[in-house]
């Protein structure tokens, strides 16, 4: 399996901007496809994005499509959300996962997880 370790959480005000990013190490990352996901206390994992192991298919949640982007570099091994235009509701503890099944937007595919990182916005 790969290790995942999530950075770049913090306090924004809404309709600001933060960009996450997540470093892995272990197997090879370009093996993996990867994605973001986050959880608020008392509510189930929510799925936020994907990307294909190259980084050519991207996905997105309808709640978050248009207001962040996902990327990743390979040659660093690390995975990037790029969020903007955040609202309140956009507050939870954000997790990088890596799969080796194709991308996909069930978290029960994602067999590496990372430690996530708290995003709060403020309205």
């Known amino acids: 399996q790969v290790q995942l370790v999530e950075s770049g959480g913090g306090l924004v005000q809404a309709g600001g901007s933060l960009r996450l990013s997540c470093a892995a190490s272990g197997r090879t990352f370009s093996s993996y496809t990867a994605g973001w996901f986050r959880q608020v206390p008392g509510k189930e994992r929510e799925f936020v994005a994907a990307?294909?192991?190259?980084?050519?298919?991207?996905y997105y949640a309808d709640s978050v499509k248009g207001r962040f982007t996902i990327s990743r570099d390979n040659a660093k091994n690390t995975l990037y959300l790029q969020m903007n235009s955040l609202k309140p509701e956009d507050t939870a503890v954000y997790y990088c996962?890596?799969?080796?099944?194709?991308?996909?937007?069930?978290?029960?595919?994602?067999?590496?997880w990372g430690q996530g990182t708290q995003v709060t916005v403020s309205s």
């Open positions: 996962a890596a799969s080796p099944l194709p991308s996909s937007r069930e978290g029960r595919q994602y067999g590496s």
């Open positions: 990307i294909s192991r190259i980084g050519y298919g991207t």
